[in-house]
């Protein structure tokens, strides 16, 4: 049996199968092992781990994530990348497993048999920001999550109060995790070059997040918050209770939306579910 050292480089293996990046599966593939090796190492240490992996394309993080001792679960929605990932599927000594589907409809409590493991990808730029809300919000809790995005959907998810960035996905991602961005790609860096460049962030689930309702009613008033952004809290929230909201929660209802702490969405939350 091969090992994972004996594969073609990757940009061989994509040549040979004929293969290109499908920009309406907003798919652009990281080659070069020196980064995915160190994407890897920002999520790890992995050695005996089981991981899951969303969208590994051609498997150039697999490799990675393979080379560093972990059990890798891949999420793969393009079946032409199959024959791809059964070969290094063949050369894994069984710590590749390949599950072909949508991975906003997988069930990772299944897939990690209801075991908290760490969420390991460079994330297909379209459905990058849902897969998120959907590990931060859903009933199944990662153990972490190292995910590669967009740099200005990286700088959204860390935003603080009063950046040009702040908004709702800093919001809610910091209410359930703390994040910070751990490394910077440069656009030049993907197969394809995409226009922009891309960043990882790293999200480490808090011990204890707030109950389902009070994060569905933090969605609500985020939403209406930042849907009207330049305007005074008591407009922006008016159709959730505007003023009245606002002073049971302790705030002066004439703040905008990017003034307000997480501690202060988590008041409005809490007071929103306190009428009803």
Known sequence: MSALTDLPPLRQSLEAHGLMADKGLGQHFLLD??????IARLAGPLEGLSVIEVGPGPGGLTRALLEAGATVTVIEKDARFLPLLNELADVSEGQLRIVMGDALKADEADLAASQAVPIVANLPYNVGTALLIKWLTGAYRPASMTLMFQKEVAERIVARPGDDAYGRLAVIAQATAKAR??????????????????AVVRLDPHETRPPEPVLMALERVTQAAFGQRRKMLRSSLKVLGGAELCEAAG?????RAETLALEEFLGLADKLLERG
């Open 33 to 38: 092992l020196n980064i995915t090796r160190k």
């Open 181 to 198: 961005i751990v490394m910077e790609a440069p656009a030049r860096a993907f197969t394809p070059p995409p226009k922009v460049d891309s």
């Open 251 to 255: 705030i002066d209802p004439s703040r």
